[in-house]
């Protein structure tokens, strides 16, 4: 039987990690894969996981199944964190999943149960998992602009202008924060524009929320996924505790539908459950738990608040001196991008040719569309990039 599978493309993020680690060079830099590090290079515990994790080892009697949706209160506590009070509780349907990732992959799967001759529209580019999976599943796809690659922040022209032809009952995959490769966002009146596009064509919003609190705060990070949330009749909002609690490898993750009434809730939550049965029973609980532990305790959601916070700062102020560095070497401001992105990421903008140069001469590792891993930087890294930039011409 195996000897009919085709080979499957090699992951780009890990032969990049590969080659890393092999590369001898003490003045090399990690700008690949996904991941938050701290100054030191490590990826943290955060203060208030590993506190939760010792309750939880304390005070947990039992491990038998939860129900198919996972915890109820992990999913209450996750709405009020992604929706505040922008909709009625009885209008959400949600699923625990392990991680984004399974998230999304449920979303897909919803609407291959619910409107399977829908096209999904992609931004170009986005997180390469999307295409894929949507591919997988066999679905139509297609993308809508969304970088500029001049001035590489949104091309909300383009954006618009592609949005708009969109048929009704169209998936419309969005970035609800920190755009990942590109880390170019919508501004609120951008995100007004497309919602009045997206409402126009009566288009079904799939929101990905995978860096609440790594933009501008926990609250700003979200307006976006509440605006849309509240002007549509249906959509999903499929989010990730991976990078803002820092439990990537526990596969936390939640997609919830929201309907237009309860009865429309009750179906789409026995669909959603039906979809967790079909794909694994039940998802992971560890995570979810943790991460209700912390949203439901004030003193614990404090320090996590607080611990996240920081982690936001680290990356503004990375991003601040990187575009100071580059205007100085350039003597120009094209760079100041950089400092205007928010997230993880930002897209360079450069050939993939360039990204070789700067690996080859200079050590510097990025994904070849030219996505840098903001986290992946510190103090001493800062001008080492800055001026390889410069050398190598772009
Ligand atoms: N969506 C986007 C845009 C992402 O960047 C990621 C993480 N790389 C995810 C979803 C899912 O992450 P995870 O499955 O690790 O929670």
Redo the contacts with the bound molecule.
């Keep these: 039987m195996f000897d009919t599978l085709k080979p499957q493309p090699a992951d780009k993020i890990l032969s990049l990690m590969q080659a890393y680690r092999a590369d001898p060079r003490d003045t090399k830099v990690d700008l690949g894969v996904?991941v938050y590090k701290d100054a030191s290079g490590n990826t943290p515990v955060m203060r208030a996981v590993k506190e939760a994790e010792r309750r939880l080892v304390a005070d947990q009697t039992t491990k038998a199944y939860v129900g198919l949706a996972g915890d109820p209160a992990f999913a209450d506590a996750m709405i009020d964190l992604l929706l505040a009070d922008t909709l009625p509780r009885d209008r959400i349907a949600a699923i625990a999943t392990?991680?984004?990732?399974?998230a999304?992959r449920q979303a897909l799967e919803m609407v291959k149960l619910a409107a399977p001759g829908a096209t999904i529209w992609i931004s170009d580019p986005?997180?390469p998992?999307?295409a894929s999976i949507v591919k997988f599943l066999g679905l139509p796809m297609r993308s809508y602009r969304y970088f500029d690659a001049d001035t590489r922040g949104v091309d909300i022209d383009g954006m618009i202008a592609d949005l708009g032809t969109v048929a009704p009952g169209d998936v419309v995959l969005l970035?609800g924060c920190c755009h990942?490769p590109t880390g170019a966002n919508p501004t609120a009146d951008q995100w007004t524009r497309i919602v009045a596009t997206l409402q126009q064509v009566q288009a079904v919003p799939l929101v990905?929320v995978?860096?609440q609190g790594f933009g501008d705060g926990l609250d700003q990070d979200a307006q976006a996924t509440r605006a849309i949330a509240a002007a549509f009749p249906n959509l999903m909002i499929?989010a990730?505790?991976?990078?803002n609690f820092g439990i990537?490898r526990e596969?936390?993750?939640i997609l919830l539908g929201i309907t237009r009434d309860k009865d429309e809730t009750a179906l789409t939550q026995a669909n959603l459950n039906f979809l967790n049965r079909q794909n694994y029973s039940f998802p992971p609980d560890h995570g979810a738990r943790v991460v209700t532990t912390i949203l439901t305790d004030p003193a614990l959601r404090a320090e996590w608040e607080a611990e996240l916070e920081d982690t936001r700062n680290t990356m503004l102020t990375l991003r601040q001196a990187l575009a100071d560095d580059l205007r100085r070497l350039s003597n120009d401001d094209r760079f100041d991008f950089i400092a205007h992105h928010r997230g993880m990421f930002s897209l360079l903008g450069t050939s993939a040719d360039k990204v070789e140069v700067l690996r080859a001469d200079h050590g510097i590792y990025m994904v070849s569309d030219s996505r840098m891993n903001i986290a992946g930087l510190n103090a001493r890294t800062v001008p080492i990039l800055a001026q390889a930039i410069i050398d190598a011409g772009i």
Excluded: E, V
Excluded at 98 to 102: A, L, N, S, V
């Design positions: 996904g392990p991680g984004g990732t399974g999304i986005s997180w998992n999307h970035h990942n990905d995978a860096y499929a990730s505790c991976s990078k990537y596969r936390t993750g």
